[in-house]
């Protein structure tokens, strides 16, 4: 059975970089598939922030690429996401995910989610 | 960036009856990757369609998705109490993929 679980600072000041991490178990990230992350502002729709193939690619969402950054560490099974700048804008919750490839693109896998508050 | 309208906004149906969700791209699903998602409250959401019409592992065939190009339509054909939540239509076959503001599923 996959699972991942996010993890990081819950708490972030405006102008830092919000940094988490997602640890996967159940299946060796580069074995394949794409790795990502999606995020909910409170009371709001998904919006998908970006992902990256187990071999390096990255796939940023236009509206935010010039503040991300998804990387993956192979030896520890995880992946990172770091978002800088961040306003109050950024407060959500961080789902980190995996997707297939083609027509099996969707997200089949999903974290539990970590919220993230910006405020000094 | 494509937009996904999802109608209506809230559905009040009561259990047994059936429900129908649609979803409205503005411009053409890319060979149909159009994917469903359920969404209780405090969780994440839950696959239930890919490819537009294809159930996802351990689905219930009470959910159905169907439709092509700009049109797709989830349907549930008898609600069971558990199926009051929120669903998420997302396409994914192009760059960035877009999900759509959702539609909720309450109880009448």
């Known amino acids: 059975q996959v699972q991942l679980q996010e993890s990081g600072p819950g708490l972030v000041k405006p102008s830092e970089t919000l940094s988490l991490t997602c640890a996967v178990s159940?299946?060796?990230?580069?074995?394949?598939?794409?790795w990502g992350w999606i995020r909910q502002p409170p009371g709001k729709g998904l919006e998908w922030i970006g992902s990256m193939y187990h071999s390096g690619s990255t796939y940023y969402n236009p509206s935010l690429k010039s503040r991300v950054t998804i990387s993956v560490d192979t030896s520890k099974n995880q992946f990172s996401l770091k978002l800088s700048s961040v306003t109050a804008a950024d407060t959500a919750v961080y789902f980190c995910?995996?997707?297939?490839?083609?027509?099996?693109?969707?997200?089949?896998?999903w974290g539990q989610g970590i919220l993230v508050t910006v405020s000094s | 960036e494509i937009v996904l309208t999802q109608s209506p906004g809230t559905l009040s149906l009561s259990p047994g009856e059936r429900a129908t969700l649609s979803c409205r791209a503005s411009?053409?699903?890319?060979?149909?990757?159009l994917a469903w998602y359920q969404q209780k409250p405090g969780q994440a959401p839950r696959l239930l369609i890919y490819g537009a019409s294809s159930r996802a592992t351990g689905i219930p065939d009470r959910f159905s998705g169907s439709g092509s190009g700009t049109d797709f339509t989830l349907s549930i054909s008898r609600l069971e109490p558990e199926d009051f939540a929120v669903y998420y239509c997302q396409q994914y076959g192009s760059s960035p993929g877009t999900f759509g503001q959702g539609t909720k599923v309450e109880i009448k």
């Open positions: 159940g299946y060796s990230i580069s074995s394949g598939y794409y």
């Open positions: 995910a995996r997707r297939g490839s083609g027509r099996l693109g969707a997200i089949d896998y």
């Open positions: 411009q053409s699903v890319s060979s149909n990757y």
